[in-house]
């Protein structure tokens, strides 16, 4: 099976800008997360979907965005980019039902914020 | 989710066998053991996990204490590719929060 998928892999914007990122998950996963990485404050859960609907979200500010389509393939949206924004995003993929729960990761997209 | 406190560094030779400790006193009766491992600037990957019996898989075994407050995962044959921060994480599955907690986990280097 194909891992998760995460487009673009780098992307370089200014402030001000918006900026979409795709995750692609694992084929049959109803499940995606997404998570931000930085060097000062480690993995940081953003929001996760299922089927369709945001289950739960992280504490980020609403410039962060994201919606999962019906064949599971989510995006997330920044917009009004600050430079704080620059990191590492994270797309996880689960089973999301008792027989298959764990999370697997993409390889992320890097963001830098100029 | 159960914190977990793992040492902050630790350096393996080439071939040999790489124990990484993980204690998590605090854990709860359905809580699960996961790590993971992250190589620089990649998405971190799935090791392994357990509930409470010892698990082994194609990566790495995974050693849980019979109290359940702690537990190493092992590296049977280290390679330089190992080389990477490993995670250790305690969660109940579908609890309805699926926000997966990373600490700062173990920087592990296989010295050539």
């Known amino acids: 099976k194909a891992g998760v998928t995460q487009t673009p892999r780098y992307l370089i914007k200014t402030r001000g800008q918006q900026v979409t990122l795709s995750c692609s998950p694992i084929?049959?996963?109803?499940?995606v997360s997404w998570y931000q990485q930085t060097p000062g404050q480690g993995l940081q859960f953003l929001f996760e979907?299922?089927?369709?609907?945001?289950?739960n979200k992280g504490n980020f500010p609403g410039r962060f965005s994201g919606r999962q389509f019906s064949n599971s393939r989510s995006e997330m949206n920044v917009s009004t980019l600050e430079l704080g924004d620059s990191a590492l995003y994270l797309c996880a993929s689960s089973l999301r039902d008792p027989a298959g729960d764990t999370q697997y990761f993409g390889p992320g997209t890097r963001l830098t914020v100029l | 989710d159960a914190k977990t406190t793992q040492p902050p560094s630790m350096d393996c030779a080439e071939g040999r066998a790489a124990n990484l400790p993980c204690n998590h006193s605090?854990?709860?009766?359905?809580?699960?053991v996961y790590w993971y491992r992250q190589i620089h600037s990649q998405g971190p990957q799935y090791i392994i996990h357990g509930l409470k019996n010892n698990e082994t898989n194609e990566m790495a075994s995974l050693i849980i204490t019979e109290d359940r407050k702690s537990s190493t995962l092992i590296l049977p044959h280290a390679t330089l590719r190992d080389t990477a921060v490993y995670y250790c994480?305690?969660?109940?599955?579908?609890?309805?929060?699926?926000?997966?907690?990373f600490g700062t986990g173990t920087r592990l280097t296989i010295i050539p």
């Open positions: 605090t854990i709860s009766g359905n809580e699960y």
């Open positions: 979907y299922f089927s369709e609907t945001q289950r």
């Open positions: 994480i305690v969660r109940a599955p579908l609890r309805g929060n699926e926000k997966l907690t």
């Open positions: 084929s049959g996963h109803r499940s």
